[in-house]
């Protein structure tokens, strides 16, 4: 007993030769190795990690809307250790999700999305649904202020105790943006949200994400925005579930109406987006609220015949993969640029091609070289 005692405590060096064991100075050996440390502290880690995600699913469920934020906020985070704990809750999340229905709402800036969704989801909750609203702005990285607008725009709906707002997911990489948006999708239904609205700035590529990732697509047009600048956005037309002329009132009323004869010619000759569903073109005044409930029947109706023909479930699955090819791509592109000796060699392949001394095909083939061993 008293040896092992003694083990614990030892003389210093410096005390004097002829120092006995009645001299006060003595070391203690530490009890602990560093091994024995970290893993414990790792062990607590894992806890409190585990505590953090019990906290937020319990929080997301019970449609706490900051813990709903803070589960956004970690879902849009590019570290790979973020990904894997997001990964973790949108697992734990996904039980509950789905049942919603996801509206895509595009068209040019000004024509008044921002206001149609407050008249829409204002709507939708006098009619008891609770509605949650995602912005897809590729322009706000740059502006970095859009939402701020929007949020005036949707004033009475950002006060409701049944909305919940978000902007735009923060990386500029579009990629990112499909898995982030549907992560947060299902988060979002999975705290109770099941009118989905997802507002996305008619700049080309923003509304092809979206479009895959939605039940229902709604483009919102105008009259007198230069049917030119509209006109390149056929493409968009087509994507399409229907269109809706926005700003249908006061002396603008009647070249709506011109419009919408106009558009409904052009669809006939297009092939509809969704099998057996013949995009309907209609007038409306977000700012006044006219022709809004007609447009939700409208939506309703496009669910209750897509259900019966399938075409909701099979849209679904699709979305599955393209949520699947979307994380992948994020998950290539970060590792590569995780690894400190890619992410040097390809901010010095950049200076070489600037500089001229290395083609863009060299430096793609040096850089693959370089990682090969690793994937
Ligand atoms: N007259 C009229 N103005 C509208 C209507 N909807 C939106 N606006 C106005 O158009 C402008 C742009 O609207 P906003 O919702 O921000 O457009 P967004 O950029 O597409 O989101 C605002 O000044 C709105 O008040 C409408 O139905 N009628
Ligand atoms: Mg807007």
């Given amino acids: 007993m008293n040896e092992k005692k003694k083990s614990k405590t030892r003389m210093p060096e410096w005390a004097p030769s002829n120092a006995d064991m009645t001299y006060a100075s003595r070391i203690v050996e530490g009890n602990k190795t560093q091994k ?3 893993s414990s502290s790792a062990k607590r880690g894992e806890t409190s990690r585990k505590y953090d995600l019990d906290i937020l699913v319990d929080g997301v469920l019970s449609c706490n809307r900051t813990t709903l934020s803070k589960a956004i906020t970690l879902i849009e985070s590019n570290s790979i250790r973020h990904i894997q704990h997001a990964q973790e809750l949108i697992k734990r999340l996904i039980p509950y999700s789905g049942k919603s229905i996801r509206i895509g709402i595009t068209g040019v800036p000004g024509a008044g999305k921002s206001t149609f969704i407050e008249a829409f989801g204002c709507s939708a909750i006098d ?3 609770r509605v949650a609203v995602l912005a897809i702005d590729p322009s706000s990285t740059i502006s970095k202020g859009s939402i701020l607008g929007d949020k005036t725009r949707m004033e009475k709906l950002s006060r409701s105790q049944d909305s919940f707002i978000r902007p735009s997911p923060s990386s500029g990489i579009l990629g990112g943006v499909a898995r982030k948006t549907m992560e947060t999708i ?5 705290a109770g949200y099941d009118v989905i609205l997802i507002e996305t700035v008619g700049v080309g590529q923003s509304e092809v994400t979206v479009r895959s990732l939605v039940d229902f697509f709604l483009l919102l047009q105008i009259t007198g925005a230069g049917d030119e600048l509209q006109g390149i956005k ?4 087509e994507l399409a579930d229907m269109i809706a002329i926005n700003k249908a009132d006061g002396d603008n009323l009647n070249k709506a109406e011109l419009f919408k004869s106009e558009l409904t010619r052009v669809l006939h000759f297009l092939q509809p987006v969704s099998e057996g569903w013949t995009p309907p073109v209609v007038t409306c005044s977000a ?3 006219t022709n809004i409930d007609h447009i939700w029947q409208i939506i309703t109706d496009f669910r209750t015949h897509t259900n019966a023909t399938g075409l909701f479930q099979k849209r679904r699955t699709a979305q599955k993969l393209e949520w699947f090819d979307s994380m992948l791509r994020d998950c290539i592109y970060n590792q590569f640029f995780n690894n400190e000796m890619f992410s040097q060699a390809y901010k010095q392949s950049r200076s070489a091609i ?3 001394t290395q083609t863009p095909a060299a430096a793609v083939t040096y850089l693959l070289e370089l990682i090969k061993p690793t994937i």
Avoid: F, P, V
């Fill in 127 to 129: 009619q008891g649904h």
């Fill in 354 to 356: 600037l500089d001229g």
């Fill in 186 to 190: 299902i988060a979002c239904e999975a």
């Fill in 234 to 237: 056929k493409g968009i037309i």
């Fill in 36 to 38: 024995n440390i970290s």
């Fill in 287 to 289: 700012l006044h609220g």
